[in-house]
């Protein structure tokens, strides 16, 4: 316990600092962009010099850049992350309104790649090299070829433009006035797709990693042993090499996060799904940097949090773990 | 048996997915190569009457979009760009992440912590968040395309070139280069980072593959450049008809799976190619 709590502690200030750059450099980037927040307000509303010159100061943008990054830790340290520009509305506010969305099609397709795709690793790694290994392997590279938003426009046009099973877009039906399963129901039908659109080519990513752990770990002689000691092959499969391959995957459930993130922003824009990534490309469109910086922000400690639940996951299954840092 | 002579290029031929790969590469350069040639007018001008079916006039074998453009000449047009892209694009993550993975692994210390925290830092935010951040904030054209998916691939690289790096400082002809007098800065990038670049060539073809179809997300929603024909372009066009054309939309998506699938059959061709010769396989 006490192993997991250290771990713990030493990746957490390690996270704080990467968080740090993170803010800095993005604060950075996005201060480069050519015309600020009034200019992007006035543009949609129009108004004379005076109201450009009250805004900017009632925004803090006619002070330094230091300062402004100043101002703006500050607010952060205090959970503010400003005001919209294209919303009118306290920033946090709005990605706290689309974040369970987000979520919600994260956790479904991450369930769905790495449940699906460690199955059928096992059944293509049972046996490498055999004819079910082949197709498998060549299936999940192609899978792997496809565009994630292509993927999806081709799923809406078979399943809710021809056959009509499924809704074709949004997160549920508007003003239905359903309640409780019902409700849960209608919502659980307008993820399928978008779903199944971002989970499968990640079922690939982990199909493979599956099938290429475990022909390694059939090369190992406590396996040759477990043979040549006559025990169900059915059980070396599953206790042994599978079990054995089954851990750098976990660790790839966190590196994939990240790009699990960036992935649902184009198939959140295929589906009109209002979630984080759709709000980041509204942001891009009504060129909204305050809030695109605040989206970029919710994304990274998202990122962050869920390695560090990888990471204490790691070390209560491999006891090895953190042992050898027990001095630092 | 296959003798320790035969050629990595031998080996390569012997796996039918290479060949296939390999095969889907040379049609996709070829595309690439003559579009100029066998279009010559701009592939975005008006060539017929807009929404042209496939197979009905011979000038316009795959019909025209919404806007009466040559489907086929926007097909072999985009092929260019994705192309260009995506060799452009490995290219500067693979230089980037050597570069920095060379000076972090070599330097040790300060040096390597404050990297790799940048490192760090850059894997943390979405790659993809952070290209779309960075086209609309410049501005979208070829060459910042490039420059953004770049910006958010190049943390692979670095880190495997840097692994590469701690293995080999300590070997022999390092102190030698040490003992002579050569400035760490020459050692580190004209003794170490040649010898530490085969891992990290090794991850190319995935790098190539992730920064055409980054491309393709970012022309789909509508931060490629203008100027050119993208295949992720004319996926968005033909979304506006996706009901009664759905072909606009998906022959440039079949385009776009079959090159990405030819470039990952290739590079594992050529990586199981250089795996036999080190006796891994």
Redesign the interface.
């Known amino acids: 316990m006490t192993r997991a709590l250290r771990l713990l502690r030493r990746r957490l200030i390690g996270s704080v600092f990467v968080l740090l750059i993170v803010v800095v450099g993005s604060f950075l980037l996005l201060e480069a962009a050519p015309g600020d927040a009034v200019d992007a307000y006035i543009v949609s509303t129009g108004g004379d010099a005076g109201l450009v010159e009250s805004l900017r100061q009632h925004w803090g943008l006619d002070q330094s850049e230091p300062t402004r990054l100043a101002n703006y830790l500050w607010a952060l340290a205090h959970l503010d992350l400003g005001q919209s520009v294209a919303f009118s509305r306290p920033i946090r506010d709005l990605i706290l309104e689309r974040l369970p969305n987000t979520l919600l099609l994260m956790v479904s397709a991450t369930a769905l790649s790495f449940g699906l795709g460690s199955l059928l690793g096992i059944v293509a790694g049972a046996r490498p090299g055999s004819a079910r290994d082949r197709i498998l392997s060549i299936g999940s590279l192609a899978l792997y070829a496809v565009p994630g938003f292509w993927l999806g426009l081709v799923l809406s046009v078979v399943f809710a433009v021809q056959l009509r099973w499924l809704p074709i877009a949004g997160i549920e039906s508007i003003a239905s006035g359903k309640a409780g399963f019902a409700r849960a129901a209608d919502i659980a039908s307008h993820l399928v797709l978008p779903v199944a659109a971002l989970g499968f080519i990640y079922l690939a990513l982990y199909l493979r990693m599956m099938r290429a752990g475990m022909a390694e770990v059939w090369r190992q002689d406590f396996v040759r042993a477990l043979i040549a000691r006559g025990i169900p092959r059915r059980r070396i499969v599953i206790r042994h090499v599978a079990r054995n391959a089954l851990l750098p995957l976990v660790t790839m459930l966190g590196l994939q996060s990240a790009q699990m993130l960036g992935g649902s922003v184009v198939i959140e824009s295929v589906f009109s799904m209002p979630g984080l990534g759709r709000l980041a490309q509204e942001a891009v469109a009504a060129r909204d940097t305050p809030l695109l910086l605040g989206i970029i922000l919710v994304s990274a400690v998202l990122v962050v949090l869920v390695n560090l639940a990888v990471d204490i996951a790691y070390a209560f299954l491999d006891p090895r773990v953190g042992t050898s840092e027990a001095r630092t | 048996m296959r003798g320790p002579g035969m050629s990595r290029m031998a080996r390569f031929f012997r796996s039918p ?1 290479a060949i296939a790969g390999a095969l889907i590469l040379a049609a996709l350069a070829l595309m690439a190569l003559v579009a100029p040639l066998l279009f010559s007018s701009d592939p975005l001008a008006i060539a017929g009457p807009p929404l042209t079916p496939p197979f009905q006039d011979w000038a316009l074998p795959l019909g025209t979009d919404r806007l009466g453009r040559d489907v086929l000449a926007e097909l072999f047009h985009g092929a260019r760009t994705s192309l260009v892209v995506g060799l452009a694009a490995a290219a500067a993550s693979l230089a980037i992440g050597a570069v920095v993975g060379t000076l972090a692994g070599f330097a040790g210390g300060l040096t390597d912590e404050v990297l790799m ?2 490192t ?2 850059f ?8 290209a ?3 086209v ?3 501005g979208p054209s070829l060459g910042v395309v490039v420059a953004a998916i770049a910006l958010s691939a190049w943390t692979g690289p670095a880190r495997v070139a840097r692994a590469e790096v701690l293995s080999i400082r300590e070997r022999d002809y390092v102190a030698g280069a040490r003992v002579i007098g050569m400035h760490p800065l020459e050692i580190a990038f004209r003794e170490v980072l040649p010898n530490a670049l085969p891992p990290v060539l090794a991850l190319s073809s995935v790098i190539v ?1 992730a920064a055409i ?1 980054t491309e ?2 970012l022309s ?2 509508g ?1 490629g450049d203008p100027n050119r024909v993208t295949w ?1 372009g004319m ?1 968005a066009e033909g ?1 506006a008809v ?2 009664s054309q ?1 072909f606009l ?2 022959v440039p ?1 079949v385009a ?6 030819g470039i ?2 290739a590079g ?1 061709g050529a990586v199981e190619g250089t795996a036999v010769r080190r006796g891994l396989s």
């Open positions: 997915e925290r940048v760090d830092a894997q943390t935010v979405p790659g993809f968040l952070l779309l951040a960075f609309s904030v410049v593959a179809l393709a997300a789909f929603l931060l992720g996926i979304r996706l009901r759905p939309s998906i998506g776009l799976v079959l090159t990405v699938l990952y059959l594992e």
